[in-house]
């Protein structure tokens, strides 16, 4: 039995050795991948650096070329936009008139729109007013009544009198004219409440845009050398500030 278990003792103690060095092995195969992988990232970062630069250098040529030739380049920055802000003011201004502006941060055109619009209910109002008057007095006259408004209007007086303060015709010229006021006050404030929702839309759209209050133009002398047979050029840069 001794025997026994000592001729098997070596062999179980290789087994025991080949099992250690084999996740050993692995180990350092999927370590060497790594590396690998890790050496592959480097390779390709460093490569898009090097693309990178290349193109801004022909990027700082060109601009550099095109600057002895009179074109200045200046830097534009992005700027984030929400496309739904138009859609918005413009529903904000047809629910209530002026709140699109508010949303815009117009906050002065809020009065005017609400002056505009106001002004232009009052006059439509004021007009149907006297239009039902007239319009009332003028159908009881037709109907042989002398009881309106327009009769006699000075009442106090206790004299009757033998005609009326307004006539016939003079009732339905009010009528009419103040018809036709009322009416032309409808139209006109419905056109301020549309041009109320147009304002924000387009104002939210302009907003949105990198829009530079320094709008100038400069006329410079211009100067070129022909670098091959040194001839020069003469003439004039124009630069748009817009």
């Known amino acids: 039995m001794f025997l026994l278990l000592a001729g098997l003792g070596p062999g179980l103690q290789a087994q025991e050795t080949n099992a250690r060095e084999v996740p050993q092995d692995s180990l350092a195969r999927q370590q060497v991948a790594d590396s690998l992988a890790l050496e592959q990232e480097a390779d ?70 609400w002056a505009a619009i106001g002004t232009g209910t009052y006059v439509y109002i004021y007009n149907d007013d006297l239009y039902d008057r007239f319009r009332t007095a003028f159908k009881r006259r037709r109907a042989g009544f002398t009881d309106d408004e327009f009769y006699d209007l000075n009442k106090d007086d206790n004299v009757t009198p033998t005609t009326p303060d307004f006539s016939d015709e003079a009732l339905q010229d009010a009528q009419e004219r103040y018809q036709r006021d009322r009416d032309l006050a409808l139209l ?47 003439g004039l840069a124009v630069n748009l500030r817009f």
Do not use: C
């Open 44 to 113: 390709s970062a460093a490569r898009q650096r090097v693309a990178d630069s290349l193109r801004n250098r022909d990027e700082e040529a060109v601009q550099r070329q095109m600057a002895g030739s009179g074109i200045r380049f200046e830097k534009v920055e992005k700027q984030e936009i929400n496309p739904l802000a138009p859609s918005k003011a413009a529903f904000f201004s047809a629910v209530l008139p002026g709140l699109g502006q508010i949303y815009n941060r117009r906050y002065w055109k809020a009065p005017i729109v």
């Open 188 to 234: 006109i404030t419905i056109g301020l409440y549309a041009l109320n929702i147009i304002d924000a839309n387009v104002d939210a759209h302009l907003k949105q845009y990198n829009v530079d209050e320094d709008l100038s133009m400069e006329v410079t002398p211009y100067l070129e050398t022909n670098p091959i047979n040194g001839n020069p050029h003469y």
